[in-house]
């Protein structure tokens, strides 16, 4: 399906003034304002990020086995792990790896697995992705409580040399390390390797899992999930589409730094969304927070994903159950440190019906850093080391100013 054109005739009736998508009950037609409009088309696909496949992993998967048990999920977990990637080859470097447990066996206690999410753009090859997300999700002990940790793309960092990669030591951006370590025929094993090296050089963490994500590859999974109720905390412009003659098209040629005469606006509310909406919205960082809030609209993005995957109008539907995870699993990849996948995920079950928590990095803006660029503040190196030492519920306690909830999300 051709990236081009996210939907066809939608029309835009606000007059007057920029292009806007405001809210109403049908979640997905253009109106005027915040009030609700007809004429909704079926939109064409759009390119899906990479929330959408962990949460389709790790929202479906788990809320499957929290009801059911391995009798209910044995046909399904064989549908996601058969299509699923594995390697050995990442957290089996010394300092990677959680080191309180044996390679093979799940923790008892406390986790944390390492998320990184690509963008790879149509016609690009191997070896030319960034890991634009990257996300820590400690999970406490009792396995039923996930924080989400998200560290800046363009946190300046030192990205570690591996002599057997031939990778000379860096100062440079984080999300470089994965295409590093990825070119030279290393593919994604290598991509995972360096980006793991460089963030447990930032943060001191040892991971328990690693999980690759990419963008393509896994166009239906929103699609087959029917959208997901959003709220849009600040008026918004998308640097990916615009509305030409009423009709919102992708826009080609560079990202622009300032909303054009026919920029999509994205107003405050409350909403259903489709599916292509709320991946956009998911991807919003034209703001005062700029890269901030973008990772703020994907913690969002991938609760409520959370609550629709466990809904009853999935859980009940084996068709749209079975659709998700056979596409989840082509574009999953990852290094379980030598658990089996199935076993991994089915150690995690506990996580289906406990709380995705967002957390704050950096204060929710930018940190400056050495030579201009962005750095990480006292606080959320303090943070590092309280994930790193297992005392993250306890820091926490003595920051609540970390946390995100919907109330200091709408006042940002």
């Keep these: 399906m051709p990236p081009q054109t996210a939907m066809q005739g939608d029309r835009v009736v606000r007059q007057g003034r920029s ?80 080191k309180t447990v044996a390679a093979g066996k799940l923790p008892d206690g406390a986790m944390n697995l390492l998320m990184l999410g690509l963008d790879t753009r149509t016609g690009w090859g191997d070896g030319e992705s960034r ?16 924080y989400m940790i998200s560290i800046p793309r363009d946190t300046v960092a030192k990205i570690p040399g591996d002599d057997e990669m031939g990778i000379r030591e860096q100062t440079t951006k984080i999300n470089a390390a994965y295409l590093f370590g990825s070119q030279g025929g290393r593919g994604w094993q290598g991509g995972a390797k360096l980006a793991t090296k460089a963030i447990h050089e930032l943060t001191g963490i040892e991971f ?22 959003l709220c849009v905390d600040k008026r918004m412009w998308s640097s990916h589409y615009v509305v030409n003659n009423g009709k919102v098209e992708y826009a080609h040629g560079a990202d622009p730094k300032s909303p054009p005469r026919n920029a999509l606006w994205f107003e405050k509310g409350c909403r259903n969304m489709q599916p292509w909406e709320a991946l956009e919205f998911s991807r919003l960082r034209h703001s005062t927070n700029g890269d901030y809030d973008r990772q703020r609209h994907q913690q969002q993005l991938l609760r409520a994903m959370a609550k629709k995957a466990s809904s009853s109008g999935v859980m009940g539907n084996p068709q749209k159950v079975s659709k998700i995870l056979a596409a989840a699993g082509k574009s999953l990849k990852m290094d379980t440190h030598g658990v089996p996948v199935d076993s991994f995920i089915f150690g995690l079950k506990g996580l289906a019906a406990g709380d ?13 850093g050495e030579s201009g660029g962005e750095g990480i503040t006292d606080d959320t190196r303090k943070l590092f080391e309280a994930t790193s030492a297992d005392r993250l519920p306890e820091f926490l306690g003595r920051h609540p100013e970390m946390l995100i909830n919907d109330s200091t999300a709408a006042s940002s």
Excluded: C
């Design 208 to 229: 328990d899992g690693v999980m690759v994500i990419d963008f393509n590859g896994f166009k239906g999974i929103l699609e087959a999930m029917g959208g997901v109720h």
């Design 19 to 98: 292009n806007t998508y405001g809210g109403g009950g049908g979640g997905g037609s253009y109106t005027s304002g915040n009030k609700g409009g007809a004429g909704k088309k079926k939109s064409k696909r759009h390119k899906s990020p990479m929330w959408a496949k962990v949460l389709t992993t790790f929202g479906v998967i788990l809320a499957l086995v929290g009801v059911g048990g391995i009798v209910v999920v044995k046909y399904f977990l064989n549908q996601l792990t058969s299509n699923i990637q594995t390697t050995s080859s990442v957290l089996d470097n010394e300092g990677l790896g959680n």
């Design 131 to 146: 890991s634009d997300t990257i996300l820590i999700l400690h999970i406490t002990a009792s396995h039923d409580q996930a």
């Design 356 to 368: 995705l928590i967002p957390i704050k990095t950096n204060g929710g803006t930018f940190a400056a």
